[in-house]
């Protein structure tokens, strides 16, 4: 049949419209790939959007999910978990929640509909193979215990640590195996007398419990034991030494199992411990660290000089690191014949080896140059692949299937998960919280047989100082839909919009002078103070290096125009037997007594000269002293180099010290720490904050007078901000690195300054100078706000009147929710509200004549329960 050529025509009109739609597409795509790389989120946001609501938005949804966050599924299993296990099966998770001296334990079904199984109080869980029994430590309640955990609650500082492990080990002592069968919610109690207990494994009969023991007297051993209900314990491993973390193969007919110098079993605290039959150091034990591995047939366990050992999938072989002072040896083992093979002989340090699924090659991290990246090989030792060009280390690599693999990258205290695609070379974040400021660090990782679960423990909300960790599912069988994209990004591009719309407003009254002074400031002179304190080499305080920088820190800030301080103190190990910080004042013209705290330690580790930590740092901090040295602010800054951070923080802690005796009232504080190191093209670096309000001023201080790309986390803890927050609470902000501690050369010889980027330290400065300038300026948050009294429907709010001088004004708002707020202005400290409900929110900020508001909301809420 012809085809009439007007119908020909129209499809070829059709045919030409969709090429040209979709070249259009692509470059739309590319130019927005290219705001978004640029920190520039809205106009990203916005294309993302248009493109994926377009009648070709299908073909977006992959590179725009993996350039924005999470391209799976993740379902929210817990908002605080501990020791997770997945089961092999991937059917079944349990993990640990509640106070960690009386955790809880939740058995979830992920099969299916997810639901919870089982919950009891207890610890140390573990899945059977079957996933129809778990087995868990029960701690009997008595009142030896009870006393200890009174204790603890009560213990403040050092005290503490031997307060929590008087309830460790009593917890251990008082603890029974108890087995819960999960389809009858039946348990049956295993009897273990006189053996502490930790590190619970299901034998593959579902019947036989294997865990690591010790007796209450014994301090130079522990052992891994059998026991089931009908039969007592049995030790298995007859050997010297600390036993810890065993693992059963695949197979159910051997355990790998640790060995080490260091009992993982919680001791007898000292005070406690007998004088007679104990060593004299009950954490020693008398074997050499390696790995052994245990025949559960004939009982007899073997030595293994090796370590990282990993089973293959079928159980047959180990996989395992040798190491010399010379090389890295890749080993297989077989397991029942107890023969190897050297697969690779290397002067390269390995990491972490274990099998592809098929068993037929090894994947592994190498250390190549300065950081580790991931490797392939056959098992023969031909065909060495190289995974990973990262610029961070690639850690934990594993096949997940036969061309996909597993990868993590970074420091443990900011690790990601990452798939690569060994056919198409392509790779993305695997888990993200799906914000575009939020950072989200993972913590453990799992992966369900089959390889399409995958558990993920993670910051997802980026709070790092609570104690609670999220546990999440990723679901790598089920992608995100185009519906879920869009509501997605239409909620980033709001609150993007807003973080924009709301940093304008704020700084409005003090844009121009802020302006004025961060123009100011010069990349030339940044690495001038770089160079200098370069040069001084390692800065520790046993170091000849640290009075050199003392006294240049000096002579720096005297040369600004300032009369500086040395606040010097006796540290025993200190190089003369001192050290000393440096601060320069700059007094506040209205509300000099009010006080800004910004520093940077500028002491490095022993082995070398710490470019950036914290040389890049202390840059930063001099340039922003400098530019600032002729603009005074309402209220004071000071401006403060800390000694001895690597150390212990002890110039920060003294600091502090020295301002609690010196009754300063300082309320605000700003920690940089590492901020000159580059993983990409990209100016970004982490606000770590304690405070959301000054969080988003150092946003707003990037975004509008910066180059700088800012992300955020709540963090403060193992910096020199913990000193203030210990002492002054809620009142921390500060940057340190994207992502966070994520150069490869941290506390290490190598940390040079060759690795620094110095317009990114510059950036940062001038950030540091704005958002110093507008907590300067503005009211603190108000203190003392309360209920003063409440009859059920009317509240008297009460605060202390601000300390600032020319305060025009409150602002009260209240509701039942951040987003259902009515507002009123009032002149005094007080207010009253006639339509007060309980549990409403009630939040006040200052406002003073330049129409600059507190710095963050102070709230409170009405009681449930009438006051008067």
């Known amino acids: ?74 379902d929210e299993l817990s908002n605080d978990a501990r020791t997770p296990r997945l089961s092999a099966n991937g059917k079944l998770v349990a993990y640990e929640t509640g106070p960690t001296n009386s955790p809880i334990i939740r058995v979830v079904q992920l099969a299916g509909q997810q639901k919870l199984l089982a919950e009891f109080q207890g610890t140390n869980v573990a899945i059977s193979p079957s996933s129809d029994k778990v087995a868990y430590l029960k701690i009997k309640p008595n009142e030896e215990l009870n006393t200890a955990q009174k204790a603890l609650q009560a213990a403040q500082g050092v005290t503490r640590f031997s307060a929590l492990q008087a309830v460790n080990y009593l917890q251990a002592k008082h603890s029974i195996i108890v087995v819960h069968d999960l389809l009858t919610q039946k348990e049956i109690e295993i009897e273990t007398t006189g053996l502490l207990k930790t590190s619970l494994l299901f034998g593959a009969d579902n019947e036989t419990i294997y865990f690591v023991g010790t007796r209450d007297d014994e301090s130079r051993r522990s052992d891994i034991y059998a026991v089931t209900a009908s039969i007592p314990p049995i030790n298995i491993t007859e050997l010297d030494g600390f036993k810890s973390a065993p693992v059963l193969s695949p197979s159910g007919k051997t355990i790998l199992f640790s060995l080490s110098l260091i009992n993982p079993l919680p001791r007898r605290p000292a005070a406690q411990t007998p004088t007679s039959g104990v060593a004299s150091n009950p954490q020693r034990g008398t074997a050499a660290t390696g790995f052994g591995i245990v025949d559960l047939a004939t009982k007899k366990a073997s030595l293994i000089n090796g370590l990282m050992p990993a089973f293959s999938v079928d159980g047959a072989e180990i996989v ?8 890295t040896n890749l080993i297989l083992k077989s397991v029942s014949e107890g023969t190897t093979n050297t697969v690779l002989k290397t002067t390269d340090l390995l990491q972490t080896p274990s099998f592809s699924p098929d068993g037929q090659r090894l994947i592994y991290s190498r250390r190549i140059n300065d950081d580790y990246e991931t490797v392939l090989i056959d098992r023969d030792g031909k065909n060495e692949t190289r995974v990973s060009r990262e610029i961070q280390h690639n850690v934990l690599p594993r096949l997940i299937s036969a061309n996909k693999v597993l990868d993590v990258i970074g420091e443990p205290r900011h690790r990601r998960a990452w798939l ?32 399409t679960k995958v558990l993920v423990q993670a910051d997802r909300d980026g709070d790092t100082v609570s104690a ?34 709301e940093g304008k407003r704020i700084f409005a009254p003090i844009a121009s002078e802020v302006q004025t002074v961060v123009a100011q400031a010069s990349v030339n002179r940044v690495y001038s103070y770089e160079k200098s304190l370069f040069d001084f080499d390692s800065k520790h305080i046993t170091k000849p290096g640290n009075q050199k920088a003392i006294e240049y820190l000096y002579e720096t800030y005297k040369s600004f125009g300032y009369e500086p301080v040395k606040q010097c103190f006796e540290v025993r190990s200190a190089v003369g037997g001192k050290t000393c910080n440096v601060y320069a004042t700059l007094q506040g013209t209205e509300n000099p007594d009010l006080i800004y705290v910004v520093g940077s330690h500028f002491d490095s580790v022993q082995v070398g000269p710490g470019a950036d930590d914290d040389t890049s740092g202390t840059a930063a901090l001099l340039e922003a002293a400098r530019i600032l040295a002729k603009h005074p602010q309402p209220a004071t800054i000071i401006f403060v180099s800390y000694t001895g951070e690597e150390a212990g923080l002890l110039g920060s802690r003294e600091f502090v010290r020295q301002a609690v005796a010196n009754k300063m009232k300082i309320v605000g504080v700003l920690n940089n720490d590492m ?16 405070n959301t309000g000054i969080r988003d001023i150092e946003h707003a201080a990037a975004m509008q007078f910066t180059k700088l790309i800012t992300y955020d986390a709540r963090w403060h803890r193992g910096t020199d901000a913990t000193s203030f927050f210990e002492t002054y609470g809620d009142i921390i902000g500060g940057i340190g690195s994207y992502p966070v501690l994520g150069n490869p050369h941290y506390h290490q010889a190598t940390d040079l300054l060759e690795g620094i980027n110095h317009q990114l330290v510059t950036e940062t400065s001038k950030t540091t100078a704005a958002t110093m300038m507008m907590l300067a300026s503005s009211p603190a948050p108000v203190k003392e706000l309360k209920v003063a009294s409440f009859n059920g429907k009317t509240a008297e709010i009460t605060w202390a009147g601000s300390p600032e001088k ?41 406002v003073n004549a330049r129409k600059l508001e507190s710095w963050d909301w102070s709230q409170t809420k009405i009681p449930v329960v009438s006051s008067r």
């Open 420 to 451: 690569y695609d060994l056919q198409t070379g392509h790779k993305h974040q695997l888990f993200h919280n799906n914000t575009v400021r939020t950072i989200s660090p993972e913590y453990d990782w799992q992966v369900s047989n089959d390889g």
């Open 1 to 74: 049949m012809k085809m009439r050529p007007a119908l020909l025509l129209s499809i070829l009109v059709l045919i030409t419209s969709l090429v040209v739609q979709s070249r259009d597409g692509i470059s739309e795509l590319r130019n927005a790939n290219d705001a978004w790389v640029s920190g520039k989120y809205i106009p990203a946001l916005q294309t993302y959007l248009q493109l994926l609501k377009g009648p070709q938005g299908d073909q977006y949804i992959e590179p725009i999910a993996t350039q924005t966050g999470e391209l799976f599924h993740t």
């Open 468 to 501: 609670e960790r999220g546990l999440y599912l990723v679901n790598l069988d089920r992608k995100v839909t185009r519906e879920e994209l869009i509501a997605r990004l239409e909620k980033n591009l709001a609150a993007e919009t807003a973080l924009n719309t």
């Open 320 to 327: 395992y690191l040798s190491r010399n002072q010379q090389e």
């Open 806 to 846: 020319n305060i025009t004004h409150y602002i009260v708002a209240w509701g039942a929710n951040e987003k259902q707020m009515k507002q009123i202005q009032v002149t005094s400290a007080k207010v009253t509200l006639k339509d007060a409900k309980p549990g409403m929110l009630v939040t006040v900020k200052a």
């Open 675 to 690: 901020i000159g190191w580059a993983n990409d093209n990209r100016l970004d670096n982490t606000i770590r904050y304690s």
